[in-house]
């Protein structure tokens, strides 16, 4: 087993990645990753050059980037071009940045595969090309490991299409961690540790605080190994803590779980 740990920039929305590279460094991280997104430093459609100097940032603090979150859906209705192109251009930046996976969304009608094979399938020689794994994250229409694993075994390799398992959702949903870890198997790519409390609206709370059994994933993930994730969502939520606070108890879960029984 060998895990990395890492915390997504969602958690500090609109903090330069110098600073938030420093936040992940103090805590302990081995990486960081990257929000994807017009509101940030790290956005598609970003110079060569710009990225160059985020990955030499990065570096520089003796961390890696995990992953690139980018806000493609891949299962969404309606034309082709526009997601492949996103998808194309991700993939593009991760590979200028140094990033192994790119995080996407499902996107589509609840449960409804819809055009996630051709849009997938047309970005395949992208991600070879790069060395780069495409993630789709159990969310939105496919929130269980059940749907998530259904839209990317197609493609045979979990090298290159496997799943993000947010802690959150597929428990959310009725599917337990065990049944999550069971159905994914070999496409789990990566672990984003996120909790939150029912009674609460799953308003974000820092892990070990709220409903989510985290001790029960870290149980099962032990002999798995790959990036885990602190996904912090102050850019939806605001009002909640700032990021050292979960990251702090992110930290301790990890400390804990990821050691040899």
């Known amino acids: 087993m060998s895990w990395k740990f890492a915390v997504s920039t969602l958690g500090m929305p609109g903090t ?10 103090e805590h302990g991280c081995h990486g960081v990753e990257l929000r994807v997104h017009p509101d940030e430093e ?19 603090e003796g961390l890696e980037v995990a992953c690139l979150a980018g806000y493609a859906k891949v299962c969404a209705p309606g034309p082709d071009e526009s997601p492949v192109a996103e998808l194309r251009s991700l993939v593009e930046l991760a590979g200028l940045i140094g990033a192994p996976a790119v995080r996407v969304f499902p996107g589509g ?8 094979r051709e849009r997938i399938g047309a970005v395949l020689p992208d991600l070879e090309r790069q060395g780069v794994t495409l ?29 993000l398992w947010d802690a959150l959702h597929p428990w959310r949903m009725g599917e337990s961690p065990t049944e999550t870890r069971e159905l994914l198997g070999d496409y789990l790519g ?17 892990p070990g605080e709220g409903d989510v059994p985290l001790a029960e994933c870290g149980t099962l993930l032990r002999p798995w190994s790959g990036w885990i994730s602190l996904e912090w969502e102050r850019a ?4 909640i803590d700032p990021v050292p606070v979960p990251l702090r108890a992110a930290a301790d879960w990890f400390e804990r779980w990821h050691r040899p029984e």
């Not at 330069?16 to 992940?24: E, F, G, H, I, S």
């Not at 694993?149 to 496997?162: K, Q, Y």
Request: proline letters at 9%.
């Open 190 to 206: 990566y672990f984003q540790i996120k909790d939150a409390r029912r009674a609460d609206s799953w308003t974000p709370v820092p």
């Open 109 to 116: 009608e609840s449960g409804e595969d819809g055009p996630a």
């Open 236 to 239: 939806w939520y605001p009002d």
């Open 135 to 163: 993630l789709v994250e159990t969310h939105d229409s496919h929130p269980t490991g059940g749907l998530a694993r259904r839209l990317v075994e197609p493609f045979g390799s979990p090298e290159t299409v496997a799943v």
């Open 42 to 60: 790290v956005r598609l459609g970003m110079s060569s050059r710009k990225a160059a100097d985020t990955r030499r940032l990065i570096e520089g």
């Open 16 to 25: 330069p990645v110098r600073q938030a590279a420093r936040v992940a460094r």
